[in-house]
Every structure is written in C-alpha cells, then in structure tokens.
C-alpha cells in the first residue's frame, strides 16, 4: 500500500467505498470497509490525498483523514457526476472521485472546522424557526379570514388580530382556544429567535469581516453572517463577478456559434445567502421608491426602465461584487466609492 498517490472515497452511514491509484495512474486498491475498519486502514496508511464528495459528514471525515496526516479534497457533487461512467454504485463513485480530484480545473470546497460549523448551525436553527414562525402566523390570517375577521399583512398585525378573536364573543368558544393557542406557539418561537439572534449578535461583533460586511446597504447582521460564514477563500475568485455567479446572481448562458444569450439568474449556490441578499436589495429599492434618503442615479434609473424584481436581482448582484472586494481587500465600506467620477453624467 505504499505506492497509492490518490484514493477516492465513496462514504456513507456505514460502509466506505475506497478506489485508489499510484504515481502511474494504475489502480491499485478497490477495497470496501466499515466504519472502525477504514479508520484503522487510513491510521496505518502513507500520508496521500483523499477525495471525497461534500456531504453530509463529509467535513467529519475530512478532519478524522486530516489529523492522521492525509491531504483532504472536497469536491461539490454537480462536478463529480460527469466523472461516473456508466451504472451508479460504490465503486463506480469512488472511481469518480479519484478521477475528478485529478483534474486541474476541478474546485474543491474548504474543509469547516466544527466552530464553524456551529455557528451554521445557528443559523440554521434560526431559519427553521423564522419558516415556522411564518407558517403559524399564516395559518391565524387564514382561520382568521374564514370568520370574517381580515387583517394586514405583516407579523405585527398579528397581536391585535389576536386581541380582536378573544373580544370576539361571536365566535365559537372552540375557535377561540385554538386561536389562543396558535397564539402562544407563535410567541414561543418569537423568544426563542430572540435568543439566537442575540447568541448571533455575539457572533458578529467578534468577526471583523462581518462587522465591515454589515456596513454595506441591504446586508445587514443576518446577511454580513451569511457572507462570512458560507463563503470559502474570497481569494479563490478571480472576480467580483465570478462571486456573484457562485451565489447564483448571473444570467444564465445560452450562447452559441458566436451568438451570446442571456437567461434568467442561475440560482446556483446557496439557496438562503442569495435569498437574503435579495432581500436586503428589496429593502433598499423600498426606501428609493418611499423617497427616502438620496439614492444613487444609476439605481433610480434602473428602475424607470426595469421592472422591480428584476432591479432588485441586480443590486443583490452589485452588493454580492462589493461584499467580495471588501473580502479580499480587507477594507471597509466607503460609501463614497460608489460616487460616480466628477464631470461623469449618471
């Protein structure tokens, strides 16, 4: 076992799919192992670099590999999958990914250390809660409407909806208590992302990157959190571009033969760090259209001529290139950078 250079590991609950090869690129090891007794065998084994696919768990194993001196490559499993041949098994899988871990161009995704992971986990926490809270406040509108009773959006109009079914006493007496009871889960989820969000708070004021993403308009805490915590090395991207195509923030390329068309944004990477960029840009292009503060000329004129979810698409992008810049700069926000030059026509 001393020649392998390169092992491709197929994991799962139990069982682990192992495909190695030496410096000749031969195979020379397609064994499968339980949990204890692939441990033993990586224990044993040469330091080499390992590939495995970003998983569940993966990132445990990736730190178990790394202390017994093993290189460790996570790869995304979109860029592993051209790499299977045919069929779909273990072994083929764990070909793949010795395979694709070779490949020059080929990224990897950083390996998190369990801090991190914990304070993702926060914030996943956080958002079940804020999906939960949504739901009940939804479901008291909707009851609410098949009495009569209607109110304005909004989770603040849900106290005084509340108040109005207990004074209520047309309502069944049946109606009312569950009604109540909605009410005081919904309150109990109110304290409870309270507490995550102060123990976030406390996150966020001892990481430098997210106070000085936080300055940024539309990004705020839960946003510059986001940033800091889900984005792998800034200095792995060659552009502020190419940052918001990670994100899922660019059109989608249909060109050929010469012709460039554009599509709607891909919506590639993280689901919940492009939804609360475009969300803080909602927020923003609020504020321009309630005539609040002195918006910039270039974003007033986006929205004359486009329409507004579209705009707000846009400046998510523009905020995603300027979260990156900050990133890799280690500056903070200036707001007058985004002056445009003197003499220049907005």
Known sequence: ???????????????????GVDATEQPVLRRKFGRAAMMRFFEKLPPCVVGIEACGGSHHWARVLEGFGHEVKLMPPQYVKPYVKRGKNDAADAEALCEAMSRPTMRFVP???????AALMLLGVRERLVRNQTQISNMIRGYAAEFGLIEAKGLARIGPLLARIEDDESLPEGARELFARLGQELA????????????????HRQNDCSQRLDAIPGVGMIGAALLAMKTPDPHGFASGRQFAAWIGLTPRDHSTAGKVRHGVITRAGDEALRAVLVAGASAVLQHVQCGRGKPRPWLAALLERKPYKLAAVALANKIARIAWKLMVSGERYDPKHMAPPPGVAA
């Open 1 to 19: 076992m001393d020649d392998i250079t390169r092992i491709g590991m197929d994991t799962s609950k139990n069982v682990f799919q192992l495909h």
């Open 188 to 203: 109990r989820l109110s304290v409870q992302i309270d507490e995550l969000e102060a123990q976030l708070e406390v996150w």
């Open 111 to 117: 390996v998190k250390t369990q801090d991190n992971q």
